[in-house]
């Protein structure tokens, strides 16, 4: 469970966080990149960046979409 409760769209939204679109969209890199995607390494890698991201924006914070891009990559 993630401490991050918002995320600021770049539209200046603000809407629930949802992890799940953190997790597509490394699926969709993956895909991209190799051409399969390990479950189990995706949901390793999705819970060490809301970890990180737990870490930066502390708790009840609202991440930007760009800053949890920028985690991401």
Do not use: P
Not at 14 to 39: L, Q, Y
Request: aromatic letters at 6%; glycine letters at 6%.
């Amino acid at each position: 469970m993630t401490k991050i409760t918002h995320t600021r769209k770049r539209n200046g939204e603000i809407v629930n966080f949802d992890k799940t679109k953190i997790t597509s969209a490394m699926r969709g890199a993956f895909m991209e990149a190799r051409g399969t995607v390990d479950e189990l390494e995706l949901r390793d890698l999705t819970d060490k960046v809301i970890m990180y991201l737990d870490k930066q924006f502390g708790e009840d914070a609202t991440a930007s979409v760009e800053g949890i891009q920028n985690i991401v990559e």
